[in-house]
């Protein structure tokens, strides 16, 4: 296990703490791992999709991975040099949510917005650690760590 830190202005409504704490069994690591955290509009989410994925439009999450490669293994930070900060902490990338997009998408699920947040937070954050949903395996693997986060934070599908 890993203490993760997020790097975020206006998420998490003071349950910041107890989701890196949620986060550490994802990953494992030498020293805290790192992610920032973006809330957007749909203007900016859309500017970044079409900026770094050539898709024009609005989406509800994208993720930027600070290194490749990393799914499952140890992560020592004197093999990422350049991904280190100032203070040892290794960066594993961005997250930028689109809020309105996530509005919207927990009101068609029939939950809380706060449950489809982070719901969002951590498949970006598993898309930075290497998961992916390209196929029925990956998929299932990727949806089995985001339900186990979620619920240690007790946000069920039910959350309203």
């Given at each position: ?70 799914k ?26 689109c ?55 007790n ?6």
């Amino acid at each position: 296990m890993s203490a993760f830190l997020i790097d975020a202005e206006e998420f998490g409504d003071g349950r910041l703490e107890e989701f890196e704490r949620a986060l550490s069994p994802l990953a494992k690591s030498d020293c805290p791992l790192v992610v920032e955290i973006s809330l957007v509009d749909e203007e900016e989410i859309r500017n970044l999709n079409r900026e770094y994925r050539d898709c024009d439009r609005v989406t509800d999450v994208l993720s930027f991975p600070a290194m490749d490669g990393i799914k499952g293994r140890f992560l020592r930070a004197a093999e990422h040099p350049l991904e280190r900060d100032e203070e040892g902490r290794l960066l594993l990338g961005s997250v930028a949510i689109c809020t309105a997009r996530a509005r919207e998408q927990a009101e068609e699920y029939g939950h809380s917005y706060e449950r489809e947040l982070f719901y969002l937070a951590v498949h970006g954050i598993l898309h930075c650690l290497g998961y992916d949903h390209e196929n029925v395996e990956e998929k299932e693997e990727m949806r089995e760590r985001e339900e186990a986060v979620m619920q240690k934070l007790n946000l069920t599908r039910e959350s309203l």
